[in-house]
């Protein structure tokens, strides 16, 4: 199993910035992928970003040019810098590793609200 721990949400005003956090922990050899996902009220679950190994990374459209998804291999975690934040971007963010090509694990969730 894979617990992973979120942390960074919070209230910002449109145009600002926040940084999200997410540790991994426990059995995280063969993670080969880490990612944020993101749930607005009344809406399905939707990818925000994704950063493989290799550093390779995907964005949504609404994400590019707004959002920066990086991670620090040797402590297992993996940030989400995003700027110019809209009010749009309201959801609860949640972190994803995959294990294996095969087993996803999901944080517990992060608030993030943008007021207009």
């Known amino acids: 199993q894979v617990q992973l721990v979120e942390s960074g949400g919070g209230l910002v005003q449109a145009g600002g910035s926040l940084r999200l956090s997410c540790a991994a922990s426990?059995?995280?050899?063969?993670?080969?992928?880490m990612g944020w996902y993101r749930q607005a009220p009344g809406k399905e679950r939707e990818l925000v970003a994704t950063?493989?190994?290799?550093?390779?990374?995907n964005y949504a459209d609404s994400a590019k040019g707004r959002f920066t998804i990086s991670r620090d291999n040797a402590k297992n975690t993996v940030f989400l810098q995003m700027d110019s934040l809209k009010p749009e971007d309201t959801a609860v963010y949640y972190c994803?590793?995959?294990?294996?090509?095969?087993?996803?694990?999901w944080g517990q969730g992060t608030q993030v609200t943008v007021s207009s």
């Open positions: 994803n590793a995959n294990r294996w090509y095969k087993y996803d694990f």
């Open positions: 426990g059995s995280v050899f063969g993670i080969n992928a």
């Open positions: 950063i493989i190994m290799g550093g390779i990374t």
